[in-house]
T-cell receptor, first 117, second 113 residues
């Protein structure tokens, strides 16, 4: 049971390049999330998904797109990277309340460190 | 979600108990208290959560006051690997979709040899 994994661990991009970050979970969780963490700041939610085929915007969605084609995977895309997107990106997943769980404790991946030059 | 207040930093000797306080005086009746921690350069890690009763698991104990306005996370025998930023988060059940966890500044716990 690997939990939540993220690919890649590190990446350097030039301004204007595109890339996709992959998050995978093997816990059969319904909900998945993408956060970013900048120095001196807490985690901020970018997008989230409450099930396969559904996504929703978080508090900082601009410049990012997501897809949840399979329950276990949640992809975060940057179409045209900007230096302001230099950050550490964390993916998380949680079970849906009611599936034998009272609360939606979130489990996080190890993070992807992205630098945009 | 209710706001929480935590001391910015604490020190603890290795092998001793670490008691991390959290104030949440505006907590409402259906809101849970969660604790997460983030070890340097790693993703946040869930520790424990509770509603009104004290809770214990293999990592820690959570003591919630009777009026629920404050709580204490207890690491019974702190090790150097427990050095991390500890976040106290108060939130209710998600409404419809599952909203973000609001991580404040947390408490930087340093365990000293």
């Amino acid at each position: 049971n690997a939990g939540v994994t993220q690919t890649p661990k590190f990446r350097v991009l030039k301004t204007g390049q595109s890339m996709t970050l992959l998050c995978a979970q093997d816990m059969n969780h319904e909900y998945m999330y993408w956060y970013r963490q900048d120095p001196g700041m807490g985690l901020r939610l970018i997008h989230y998904s409450v099930g396969e085929g559904t996504t929703a915007k978080g508090e900082v969605p601009d410049g990012y797109n997501v897809s949840r084609l399979k329950k276990q995977n949640f992809l975060l895309g940057l179409e045209s990277a900007a230096p302001s997107q230099t950050s550490v990106y964390f993916c998380a997943s949680s079970p849906r309340p009611g599936q034998g769980f009272i609360t939606d404790t979130q489990y996080f991946g190890p993070g992807t460190r992205l630098t945009v030059l | 979600d209710a706001k929480t207040t935590q001391p910015p930093s604490m020190d603890c000797a290795e092998g001793r108990a670490a008691n991390l306080p959290c104030n949440h005086s505006t907590i409402s009746g259906n809101e849970y208290v969660y604790w997460y921690r983030q070890i340097h350069s790693q993703g946040p890690q869930y520790i424990i959560h509770g509603l009104k009763n004290n809770e214990t698991n293999e990592m820690a104990s959570l003591i919630i006051t009777e009026d629920r306005k404050s709580s204490t996370l207890i690491l019974p025998h702190a090790t150097l690997r427990d050095t991390a930023v500890y976040y106290c988060i108060v939130r209710g059940l998600p409404q419809g979709g599952s909203e973000k966890l609001v991580f404040g500044k947390g408490t930087k716990l340093t365990v000293n040899p």
